[in-house]
């Protein structure tokens, strides 16, 4: 895995650990920088906009993202705050946080249930889920952007899968996350 200190990193407090890096400035003219991509709840009530590729793209295995999503993980793409923005159906938004103790707000549709962001406080940046993703579209086709492609396992030993992919799993999190940066092998789950 390659780490690079980006300026987007550290505007995140963070080292940005995507896969081959984060580019903060488009060197080659490709267009997709600076483009707007969107997310939405299934009903399509709520829709997020996000300015630019993610910072980071993580599938995370704690147990509030498997409840909370009633699923085995969550895979989560980290953008700067001012990057994630509400642009249809505010008002149908609700927000969970496990009666004020977790360090996330989870912002979901009142109407579907949809997950459309989540406010990462102790990171100081918004995550938006890869699957609600629907430009680039993760949905009909079923094919992940490799912009979008998750870069890491987090929270790996409080899940439930193994995963058999190359990237590298983490007991909690990185050490640019604030974690102890403690791998732990693929089939750790047996
Ligand atoms: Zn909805
Ligand atoms: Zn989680």
């Not at 949905?139 to 899940?159: L, V």
């Amino acid at each position: 895995m390659q780490r690079i200190t980006s300026r987007i990193g550290s505007r995140l407090g963070a080292t940005a650990f995507r896969k081959g890096g984060y580019a903060p400035a488009c060197q080659v003219g490709c267009g997709r920088c600076f483009a707007t991509y969107k997310a939405g709840c299934h009903c399509g009530s709520v829709e997020v906009s996000c300015e630019g590729k993610p910072a980071w793209s993580a599938i995370c295995h704690c147990s509030i993202c498997r409840r909370t999503h009633s699923a085995p993980y969550a895979e989560l793409l980290g953008y700067p705050v001012d990057k994630v923005s509400v642009t249809k159906g505010e008002a149908n938004l609700s927000m969970y946080n496990v009666d004020g103790k977790s360090k996330e707000d989870r912002y979901f549709c009142k109407k579907c249930g949809g997950k459309c962001y989540s406010m990462l406080n102790h990171l100081g940046c918004k995550a938006v889920f890869l699957q609600n993703m629907t430009t680039p579209n993760h949905g009909a086709d079923g094919k992940i952007d490799p912009d979008f492609a998750p870069s890491c396992h987090i929270f790996y030993t409080s899940g439930t899968v193994n995963f058999h992919d190359k990237l590298p799993k983490f007991e909690t999190l990185p050490e640019a996350f604030g974690g102890d940066g403690k791998e732990v092998a693929n089939d750790y789950h047996k």
